[in-house]
């Protein structure tokens, strides 16, 4: 089976309060038990802000590191996960539920190379 990417994009900005967060997160949780009970998933996690992330570039003869996301944006990448499905459609239907669970946040599909 291939391997999917499931991106989470989200606005910049502080998270939603506690009383919009908690249910979303065990709806998250209720689907991600139901990924692991059909063998779909694979890893997923959640990420700390853009703030904290580091960008390195290599020109082959140095590296330059440099503070905070590469590109500005009003997005990012809030967490991901990989799941394995039989084919794009399986996995865009992984992505269907998980962009449900996380309305209105889009959610990017996208195959790894490797694994079939």
Do not use: C
Request: glycine fraction near 8%.
């Amino acid at each position: 089976m291939k391997q999917y990417l499931l991106s989470i994009y989200q606005p910049d900005g502080d998270p939603p309060p506690p009383e919009v967060l908690e249910p979303i997160m065990r709806n998250l949780d209720a689907l991600n038990e139901e990924m692991r009970g059909a063998g779909a998933w694979v890893f997923g996690a959640a990420l700390h802000p853009p703030s904290t992330a580091a960008v390195i570039r290599s020109d082959t003869s140095d590296a330059l590191i440099t503070d905070g996301p590469f590109a500005e944006g009003k997005e990012h990448i809030g967490g991901f996960t990989v799941v394995r499905a039989t084919d794009l459609d399986a996995a865009l239907e992984w992505g269907r539920k998980l962009a449900t669970v996380l309305a209105p946040l889009s959610i990017e599909v996208r195959p790894t190379f490797g694994e079939d």
